[in-house]
């Protein structure tokens, strides 16, 4: 079976290998580790909690990481993009987009980029409203 077309319902990054097998697991595996220390109270169990806390933390802050730099890449490409395919009057508008609407417009085909563009500067469009808007979805298939 062949995946699914990007579109504004299905654009969304779901990895198994990462939402279950690290975030979820070790999610678990610290209410495992609480409920063990109220039957077996012992500073050894204490400290296991805590390392079971810092895996969570760490496994978040990873993924938060990872997305914060998709967004810096993003803001630079978008940028780019905008810079060669906008007319004279929206490309010296390019620095007014939020880094939030350049991930929104990066989903925006070529046909329909500078309207998109336009409605965001008037109308002050979050990069949800943004996508909900687009008619000819661009995929991104390497985000993280």
């Given at each position: 079976?062949?995946?699914?077309?990007?579109?504004?319902?299905?654009?969304?990054?779901?990895?198994?290998?990462?939402?279950?097998?690290?975030?979820?697991?070790?999610?678990?595996?610290?209410?495992?580790?609480?409920?063990?220390?109220?039957?077996?109270p012992?500073?050894?169990?204490?400290?296991?909690?805590?390392?079971?806390?810092?895996?969570?933390?760490?496994?978040?802050?990873?993924?938060?990481?990872?997305?914060?730099?998709?967004?810096?890449?993003?803001?630079?490409?978008?940028?780019?993009?905008?810079?060669?395919?906008?007319?004279?009057?929206?490309?010296?508008?390019?620095?007014?987009?939020s880094?939030?609407?350049l991930?929104?417009?990066?989903?925006?085909?070529?046909?329909?980029?500078?309207?998109?563009?336009?409605?965001?500067?008037?109308?002050?469009?979050?990069?949800?409203?943004?996508?909900?808007?687009?008619?000819?979805?661009?995929?991104?298939?390497?985000?993280?």
């Amino acid at each position: 079976m062949s995946p699914q077309a990007q579109s504004y319902a299905h654009h969304r990054r779901w990895d198994p290998l990462y939402h279950i097998g690290v975030f979820l697991l070790s999610a678990v595996n610290f209410f495992v580790m609480v409920a063990a220390l109220f039957r077996h109270p012992s500073l050894g169990m204490a400290w296991v909690c805590v390392l079971s806390a810092a895996l969570v933390l760490f496994t978040g802050k990873v993924r938060a990481y990872a997305l914060h730099n998709q967004n810096r890449l993003i803001r630079l490409e978008e940028r780019l993009r905008l810079q060669a395919m906008l007319p004279d009057g929206l490309r010296s508008r390019i620095l007014e987009l939020s880094e939030g609407q350049l991930v929104g417009l990066r989903f925006a085909s070529d046909a329909e980029l500078a309207d998109r563009v336009r409605e965001t500067l008037d109308e002050k469009l979050s990069g949800e409203q943004i996508k909900k808007r687009i008619q000819v979805w661009r995929p991104d298939e390497y985000r993280v």
